[in-house]
Nanobody, 120 residues
Framework: QVQLVESGGGLVQTGGSLRLSCAASGRPFSNFAMGWFRQAPGKAREFVAAISDSGKGTRYTDSVRGRFIISRDNGKNTLYLQMNSLKPEDTAVYYC?????????????WGQGTQVTVSS
């Protein structure tokens, strides 16, 4: 089992920045690729970004590439998502997830989510 706890969400104006964190415990953090997903009201959960177990490989959905940066600190068992140039359409509940072996793997474990609201 892996326990994931997100933090760092909040209310920000258009163009602002937020950094999300996800603290992991349980099975060794460095065994997993990790990802961020989001779910806006009335919409399905969607992929945002993923990072390999070593941190050397990343993947982004087109709508956030160039604005968001995913990173991890395996020594601190923590995943991050730096979100810049935020837009109202980024408003959603953001979830971190422990994936399988690669950035293309499906999620095995989920956090509870943290709300991000971008005002126009």
């Amino acid at each position: 089992q892996v326990q994931l706890v997100e933090s760092g969400g909040g209310l920000v104006q258009t163009g602002g920045s937020l950094r999300l964190s996800c603290a992991a415990s349980g099975r060794p953090f460095s065994n997993f690729a990790m990802g961020w997903f989001r779910q806006a009201p009335g919409k399905a959960r969607e992929f945002v970004a993923a990072i390999s177990d070593s941190g050397k490989g990343t993947r982004y959905t087109d709508s956030v590439r160039g604005r968001f940066i995913i990173s991890r600190d395996n020594g601190k068992n923590t995943l991050y998502l730096q979100m810049n140039s935020l837009k109202p359409e980024d408003t959603a509940v953001y979830y971190c997830a422990a994936l399988g072996r690669t950035v293309w793997s499906t999620a095995d474990y989920w956090g509870q989510g943290t709300q991000v609201t971008v005002s126009s």
